[in-house]
């Protein structure tokens, strides 16, 4: 524990969003938890004996929020490498690439992210050949946006013997999937040294940091990272301030899950792919393409699974994306079930990520089995709508079932929310804005329902419920923004009205309506310990 830990702390003159008193100005903070939350006036009995007193001037203290689905290294190579998720044009993601192989002439591998030759004019992606050409020769793996699929250029394939014979494997303008997309990106990171891949980690988590973000679910696995990336980040979060980092390592070995430091064998366990690389597996064909995808896991192997991390106190938690992947994953938690009895396995609190093409049967049986939907409301942000991808891929009628949020809270489903970073950007606020404005207006769910996802949602995923709220004896997680005028914004206006009545005691929080500021994060704290100060502020 940090000497600063130990302080105790009153902040005053500001507005603190807490259950306990929806009127709350003024928290009181000691040994790394909140002590005290309530109105100015009592504030006044604890300011003599506090060792700090922060003015707010006005602003908002929330809980720090948590990204429950990040791949912390890729991030960071991100934030300082080659991205090109901005790239509007195959052309501009070319100029792109050179500029940045120019640039960086001793590097013995270039590392990039976030292509998306769907928003592209050409709606192709470049060529190995193009590649090539870019680099000078040098090995450089780029991945497209979903981190499903991606394109490499010859000098990274002759790093990996065999290559060619695996199943993913195209030598023409399709990018690599499946078994070989996971062997280059494997010897892609292989070839990052122990100093750049910390320097990522740390990268990505000041990043978090200076967005209110306070925790991290780290979805890591045998064919995402590798065990040394895994256990390097752990031990950073251990050893340096910022925000904590909950482990998740996708592998069937359990003990190896266990050995590794994991709270589960879970995360990117893949049950699918994506739809953008037409790898999320679905009982009908895609729209724009012959076949349903891939299946990686069936039920049997699913139900085998969660019995095994469910005897051994682990969590289990899988991949799934389409609706068939979706329909297996219950399919096999129904089995163990039955094996183990309901209320072990509704008690382990086991993870779907990204859910995405859940249809009103899973959704009954996500409840019934007690399975947290952790889920990414940026991707409809991104991908949703009459003329986006998923629109492309699966046609308009089943494109509009996607990311059926307000029906998984309708049937009492745990929702916690992340980014798939760098899939999609850190983006806390944002990621509310996405779920409260979903394109699909019955899908949408309130600020405050999705704010509590962001939250509270991300600790329960883990099985904390002591978490995530600012009430007394909660830990101290917490952020400080300036923002304009706190609102309650709900998908029914008679809601919304009620709420803002302030005899409903309901806490405010910004106003998110689409195309308005965001929330500007000033300070973020995690246990008690400041892990981000804006500056000059």
């Not at 940090?2 to 009127?23: I, K, M, Y």
């Not at 592998?251 to 589960?264: C, F, Q, S, V």
């Amino acid at each position: 524990m940090s000497a600063n830990e130990h302080r105790t702390v009153l902040l005053r003159g500001g507005e603190v969003h807490s259950p306990a008193d929806p009127f709350a100005t003024a928290m009181v903070v000691e040994r790394g938890h909140v002590a005290w939350v309530g109105s100015e006036g009592a504030a006044d009995a604890f300011a003599a004996g506090v060792d700090e007193v922060v003015d707010l001037a006005g602003a908002l203290v929330t809980p720090a929020f948590v990204d429950a689905h990040v791949h912390t290294t890729a991030t960071g190579l991100a934030l300082t490498g080659l991205d090109l998720s901005a790239a509007a044009s195959l052309a501009e993601a070319a100029d792109r690439i050179r500029a940045y192989a120019a640039d960086r002439p001793e590097d013995r591998i270039l590392i990039g992210h976030g292509w998306d030759a769907a928003r592209w004019p050409e709606r192709r992606p470049l060529t190995r050949a193009e590649l090539d050409g870019l680099t000078g020769g040098r090995p450089l793996y780029l991945t497209r946006i979903d981190v499903h699929s991606a394109v490499v250029t010859t000098a990274l394939l002759d790093l990996v013997p065999g290559v060619r014979a695996l199943d993913g494997f195209h030598d023409g303008q399709r990018p690599l999937t499946g078994a070989a997309h996971h062997a280059v990106r494997a010897a892609a990171y292989a070839a990052l040294s122990p100093r750049q891949r910390a320097e990522a980690q740390r990268t990505a988590r000041e990043h978090a940091a200076s967005l209110g973000i306070g925790t991290l679910h780290e979805c890591g696995g045998p064919e995402i990272s590798s065990e040394e990336d895994f256990t390097g980040l752990l031990d950073l979060a251990r050893t340096e301030p910022g925000p904590r980092i909950v482990g998740y390592w996708a592998d069937l070995d359990i003990e190896r899950a266990r050995a590794l430091g994991a709270l589960g064998a879970a995360g990117d366990l893949f049950a699918d792919g994506s739809l953008g690389s037409h790898t999320a597996c679905l009982h009908d064909d895609y729209a724009d393409r012959a076949g349903t995808g891939a299946a990686h896991l069936d039920a049997a192997a699913i139900a085998a699974h969660v019995v095994g991390c469910t005897e051994a106190g682990l969590q289990a938690g899988f991949h799934a994306i389409g609706d068939a992947a979706v329909d297996a994953v219950v399919e096999g938690v129904r089995t163990a079930a039955e094996k183990l009895g309901l209320a072990r396995i509704r008690s382990a609190r086991h993870r779907v990520e990204h859910a995405e093409m859940v249809g009103p049967d899973a959704i009954a049986a996500f409840a019934e089995l007690g399975l947290t939907a952790s889920v990414q409301p940026a991707f409809d942000a991104y991908w949703g709508g009459e003329g986006g991808m998923y629109a492309d891929r699966l046609g308009a009628d089943r494109a509009r079932t996607l990311n059926p949020y307000a029906a998984l809270l309708r049937a009492g489903v745990p929702l916690a929310f992340g980014s798939d970073s760098p899939v999609t950007p850190l983006d806390p606020w944002g990621t509310v804005r996405a779920a409260a404005f979903h394109r699909t207006p019955e899908h949408r769910i309130s600020v405050r329902a999705a704010f509590t996802a962001h939250t509270r949602g991300g600790w329960r995923a883990v099985g904390r419920d002591d978490a995530g709220t600012l009430v007394p004896g909660a830990p101290a997680d917490y952020a400080i923004w300036r923002t304009g005028e706190l609102v309650v914004q709900a998908p029914d206006d008679r809601v919304a009205r009620w709420s803002t009545d302030p005899r409903s005691g309901t806490p405010g929080l910004p106003d998110l309506s689409p195309g308005g500021p965001l929330p500007v994060c000033l300070e973020t704290v995690v246990s008690g310990q400041t892990v981000f100060v804006r500056p000059n502020e």
